[in-house]
Nanobody, 120 residues
């Protein structure tokens, strides 16, 4: 349905910042719009968890562990969602996945993931 391409991951020291981007594409977007976009993460040996989500209207929600440090935003015209991550901690190390739901269509869409590694 929708292809999601993430970028911006990398290796950073504790206290540093990274900005993740995720661009959605696909012919279906000529007819349907994206409702909710979000970022999830999965650390080794742990379950995938929601980091932050944002609706097309700009309403946001965050995991308690990232509140005050991460900011999610989106550009609806570009079908792109961003995650600004500040004051990074080693426990933020994970594979970060972009997620998008298309309004009116079943199922959800996932990106391939981008690795974020925070060294202490």
């Amino acid at each position: 349905q929708v292809q999601l391409a993430e970028s911006g991951g990398g290796l950073v020291q504790a206290g540093g910042s990274l900005r993740l981007s995720c661009a959605a594409s696909g012919s279906i977007l000529r007819t349907f719009s994206i409702n909710v976009m979000g970022w999830y993460r999965q650390a080794p040996g742990k379950q995938r968890e929601l980091v932050a989500g944002i609706t097309s209207g700009g309403n946001t929600n965050y995991a308690d562990s990232v509140k005050g440090r991460f900011t999610i935003s989106r550009d609806n015209a570009k079908n792109t969602v961003y995650l600004q991550m500040n004051s990074l901690k080693p426990e933020d190390t994970a594979l970060y996945y972009c997620n998008a739901d298309v309004l009116g269509l079943p199922g959800t869409n996932w990106g391939q993931g981008t690795q974020v590694t925070v060294s202490s």
